[in-house]
């Protein structure tokens, strides 16, 4: 279970193991290995909406498994679907726009205002990014990101929640839970008539055959 320190007295987060980066502590490493020690907790902490959900930890995907997603959907989409937006600042967005789970946690809707997680993720990403030369350029596209205010910020946005319903049809069809809920989610979310079909087609999907 893991329980850092900015979410004291906060519930705590599932997750596959402790954080690595407290095996380093005391210790001279380079910048980058301490990065990397610290993107790893991205590979053990559950995406904790799932396992609300009931979905077992066994089968839960991890948030580095969902980054993996959003940024494969962004580099698959982005040319049909939104070929005026810069692709690299894309690809950038989608690889590290969940960095601030790495010392807030996967917070999910309802456990706090957004505001707060906002602060709780952006003190992450700064003790995350602050190390690394040029980590200031890793921030400002966090930053951008969150803002949702650039096209390409608005599109991942988008991406990140079509790949949370095509993670809800995965485990629907695997018969693990009713994910009706994501659905709704992502109905509500996606304006973008390319990716409005795509969920389309994923609800036809959950109906029964004929």
Do not use: N
């Not at 999910?108 to 709780?120: A, I």
């Amino acid at each position: 279970m893991f329980h850092p320190p900015e979410m004291k007295g906060r519930e705590a987060m599932e997750t596959k193991r402790p954080q690595a980066i407290r095996r380093l502590e005391g210790r001279e490493v380079l910048p980058l290995i301490q990065v990397y020690f610290e993107f790893s907790h991205l590979k053990t902490l559950f995406r904790q909406g799932w396992l609300r959900a009931g979905i077992s930890k066994e089968q839960c995907e991890t948030v580095a498994e969902h980054t993996l997603g959003v940024t494969l959907l962004a580099l698959f989409l982005a040319d049909e679907c939104a070929p005026e937006l810069d692709k690299t600042k894309l690809m950038w967005m989608g690889l590290l726009h969940d960095f601030g789970e790495i010392y807030a946690g996967d917070i999910v809707p309802g456990k706090m205002s957004l505001e707060g997680k906002h602060e709780l993720e952006r003190q992450s990403v700064e003790r995350v990014f602050s190390k690394l030369r040029g980590g200031e350029k890793y921030l400002a596209i966090w930053e951008e990101f969150e803002a949702g205010q650039t096209g390409e910020a608005r599109f991942v946005k988008e991406i990140d929640r079509l790949e949370m319903g095509l993670q809800a049809s995965v485990y629907e069809h695997e018969k693990l839970a009713d994910l009706s809920v994501f659905f709704e989610s992502t109905d509500k979310a996606l304006t973008t008539p390319a990716l409005r079909e795509i969920l389309a087609a994923m609800m036809k999907l959950r109906e029964p055959r004929g």
